[in-house]
């Protein structure tokens, strides 16, 4: 199929290829670029100091090979929806449907966390505006947005991750120019002796190993690339574009943006409750320092939300367009402007539900769906591989490897590199209670959903008799 077909394709069940190339660039960095850095980095740095850049590095290396692994499946079908669809082919239609609606959830659950982040990130300029309000407010914008085309989505997230990149520039470049006039801080001078002087490693090899818990949660979403696909113009060109650059942009954001912060201030005086954003301009006289930061999380929790309720609606139309339910086969259709607004619109009324119990519920029962949610990003990510891993064998079987059009680099050993990196940041999981639990619970709600598959497979299969 070429691509002329493919946009021109008037099928009811195709989606607009409205999303450009800087869209879809903007879209994979903005999904990873998110508060947790701006607000929880001080937390990582306090746990093991330095050494937080080579686990960022090591991370982002595995990121690039998963991105490449998602771009092989992507461009071996151009007509999929989203990278569900080659994970159900390759694997089996049963972990196709727990892998999608696995995916759904844990956007519905950022989607949540964010809207609800929002709320409380304009309290700093308005106390006396309760957050669920603003939230919902934010959450209506957002769906007006998604609604219209899917043009407009791309160019909204578009400038919200340009602010956020802004940002961190803004951070590398003045780290950069205060370690070269070895600017007096009241912590010391801005100096790179201070990366190693305090030790590299904070808290030896054991902190080294658990920082890669909170590294990789904080790159989840690398993989949103993956539900551009059946929305971009020219996927052949596009597609692998950015996939290539994304992960060696985020490894040079974070790790610039660390390293420029620890060069400035000695890592074991940064505060772990607070920005290390924040405590750099401070340390440089920047006034309304705490101001600058709190809009640029704002920005941060908004692109979030944002790219959760695009992700949201995509995965529920990718999973009911072939239903034969009278329910689902509304939410599986598509509006004029060929976007999926009945996905969209179920998707966003259940997080804006969620936003008004969240006030209820106790901030603990959240956190933890929060954290299995988290978690469950790296069952994706090992689904991936395997399908990849599926595909490339079947390819390798017809002597058809001449004809993939986005190869895996150093297959298959990369592909197994990365399933002993995922293995090992599951074990380091075991070590703390909070993530142990977090783990359990996926391993329930994956149970569960296959439990349901086939129980429904079985109650069709006896309705066919």
């Known amino acids: 199929m070429s691509d002329s077909d493919i946009s021109n394709n008037n099928n009811s069940k195709k989606m607009a290829r409205g999303l450009k190339n800087r869209h879809v660039q903007l879209i994979a960095l903005g999904g990873t670029i998110g508060t947790g850095l701006f607000l929880g980095s001080g937390e990582s740095i306090g746990l093991t100091g330095p050494s ?26 151009l007509s999929a929806n989203s990278f569900i669809e080659p994970i159900a082919k390759y694997l089996g239609t049963t972990t196709g449907f727990v892998a999608g609606w696995t995916y759904w959830m844990c956007w519905i659950i950022g989607a949540i966390a964010e809207v609800t982040a929002a709320g409380i990130y304009v309290n700093y300029w308005f106390p006396g505006v309760p957050a669920w309000f603003t939230g919902l407010v934010i959450l209506a914008i957002i769906y007006m947005l998604n609604i219209i085309n899917v043009a407009a989505y791309g160019e909204t997230e578009f400038w919200f991750a340009l602010i956020k990149i802004i940002a961190i520039c803004a951070i590398i470049i003045v780290g950069i120019v205060l370690v070269i006039i070895n600017y007096k801080t009241p912590v010391g001078h801005a100096s790179v002796s201070n990366l190693y002087s305090h030790g590299f490693f904070g808290n030896g090899w054991q902190g080294f190993a658990l920082s890669f818990q909170m590294v990789v949660f904080s790159l989840t979403g690398v993989e949103m690339v993956g539900m551009t696909a059946g929305e971009t113009k020219d996927p052949v060109h596009v597609i692998p574009k950015a996939i290539d650059a994304v ?83 509304k939410l599986g259709t598509l509006s004029k402007r060929k976007i999926p607004q009945n996905a969209i619109t179920f998707s966003i009324l259940i997080v804006a539900a969620a936003t008004l119990l969240n006030v209820l519920v106790p901030k603990g029962v959240f956190v933890f769906i929060a954290s299995i949610s988290t978690t469950l990003f790296l069952f994706m990510w090992t689904l991936i591989i395997l399908a990849q891993l599926k595909y490339r064998k079947q390819v390798d079987k017809q002597g058809n490897e001449d004809k993939l059009l986005f190869k895996m680099p150093l297959y298959p050993y990369s592909s197994y590199m990365v399933l002993v990196f995922l293995a090992f940041v599951a074990i380091v999981l075991l070590f703390r209670t909070s993530s142990l639990i977090a783990l359990v619970g996926s391993l329930v709600w994956i149970s569960a959903l296959y439990l349901v598959k086939v129980r429904g497979d079985k109650r069709a299969a006896k309705l066919e008799k």
């Open 247 to 329: 992960p060696f942009r985020i490894i040079l954001f974070y790790i610039g943006a660390l390293a420029a912060i620890m060069c400035v201030i000695p890592w074991h005086t940064i505060t772990p409750d607070a920005s290390p954003f924040v405590e750099v301009f401070k340390n440089i006289g920047v006034t309304g320092a705490a101001g600058i930061i709190n809009f640029v999380v704002l920005t941060a929790a908004t692109s979030a939300c944002n790219s959760s309720i695009y992700t949201t609606g995509r995965m529920m139309f990718s999973m009911t367009n072939e239903s034969n339910g009278k329910f689902t086969k």
């Open 52 to 77: 937080i850049l080579l686990a960022y590095a090591i991370t982002g290396i595995m990121c690039f090979f998963i991105m490449r692994a998602l771009g092989t499946l992507l461009l071996s079908d």
